[in-house]
């Protein structure tokens, strides 16, 4: 596969996989060994950058990661993050990214992912409660003693960007990104460009809208986290952005393709030093996202896409989860 660089030198592969579906959020989940054959599949098709976190489980997918990539550990990037406040110590917020925890935190996230450095350590939200240049200075310390190879952000905001940038250098930030959530292109993306920090888009397939697979009578099952998002919980948001996928499925007859290959590709297509992580449980959709990576949008059908005007119906979040965003 083609590699990409997130800020001045983290390489990693043009498509990465997002981990969290394998034990969080998106029931049924994969036993242990199917999760583990599909994390090592990935590996033998060219990925090389996988991305899981604390919270997810929590801490249930960052042992199935480092399980299942210790026998490959340095072909690989392995990226996890801090700042949930999962002690049970009830912080109003809910977050945590006071020095000592986040050391703390990386101690176990090493433990559990069965290795000696985390490549790419994101602050998962900021935390109001503590200044970003604590968080970042005490990244910058855990990257001198060896414990992490890049600092990067999670949903953060233009100002919190600058203000940890200039303690602590960030490779990448996290931010969702896709064809119908395209609120980092107003001041995110041009920041970044600036600063010359790369960016991953989380859920570049709309939570599995963007396949095609979704229509205003799919049911998700219990526990799923899509019962909770406006976007999904609204049938007629839901019949409306149909429009979405039947655009994509129109470009990808013409290219053989499939309409979540068309998304992939319309990121990719955005910056070069973007690198998108759609997650899945399935080999088949794995290598469908990993195929995205050859597919080239020409620039007729980048304007075609711009051109249809699309704006998704429905709010993104509910009002709780959006108060956890730096904006």
């Not at 990693?12 to 060994?33: I, R, W, Y």
């Not at 799919?218 to 049938?235: H, I, M, V, Y």
């Not at 973007?274 to 449980?281: A, H, L």
Request: charged residues 25%; negative net charge.
């Amino acid at each position: 596969m083609q590699t990409r660089t997130l800020g001045r030198k983290l390489e990693v592969s043009a498509v990465g996989l997002g981990c969290m579906g394998l034990t969080h959020s998106f029931p049924p989940f994969p036993d242990k060994q199917d999760g583990i054959a599909l994390l090592r599949s990935a590996v033998e098709r060219g990925v090389t950058f996988f991305d899981t976190a604390q919270v997810y489980g929590p801490f249930t997918n960052e042992e199935l990661v480092g399980e299942a990539l210790e026998p490959v550990r340095d072909q690989v990037v392995i990226a996890t993050k801090f700042g949930f406040d999962l002690s049970g110590a009830a912080r109003k917020s809910g977050l945590d990214s006071r020095p000592e925890t986040i050391r703390s935190s990386v101690e176990d996230s090493l433990r559990r992912l069965r290795t000696d450095r985390i490549d790419l350590l994101y602050q998962h939200r900021v935390d109001p409660d503590v200044p970003i240049e604590d968080t970042a200075g005490t990244v910058e310390e855990l990257i001198s003693e060896g414990k992490v190879r890049h600092f990067g952000l999670s949903e953060a905001g233009v100002q919190t960007i600058r203000r940890a940038h200039a303690v602590q250098p960030v490779t990448a930030l996290q931010s969702e990104y896709s064809l119908w959530w395209r609120e980092p292109e107003e001041q995110i993306l041009p920041t970044l460009e600036e600063l010359g920090i790369g960016f991953v888009p989380f859920s570049p397939l709309g939570r599995g809208f963007l396949t095609g697979s979704i229509d205003e009578r799919t049911e998700f099952a219990s526990g799923d986290f899509r019962n909770t998002l406006p976007r999904f919980t609204d049938q007629v948001a839901r019949k409306a952005n149909l429009a979405f996928v039947e655009l994509q499925r129109e470009i990808a007859r013409r290219k053989s393709a499939t309409p979540a290959q068309v998304a992939l590709a319309w990121l990719l297509a955005q910056k070069p030093w973007i690198v998108p992580i759609p997650g899945t449980t399935k080999l088949r959709r794995l290598e469908e996202n990993i195929a995205a990576a050859d597919l080239e949008l020409t620039p007729d059908e980048l304007q075609e896409i711009e051109g249809a005007q699309l704006r998704p119906q429905g709010e993104r979040y509910p009002e709780a989860t959006q108060r956890m965003i730096d904006r």
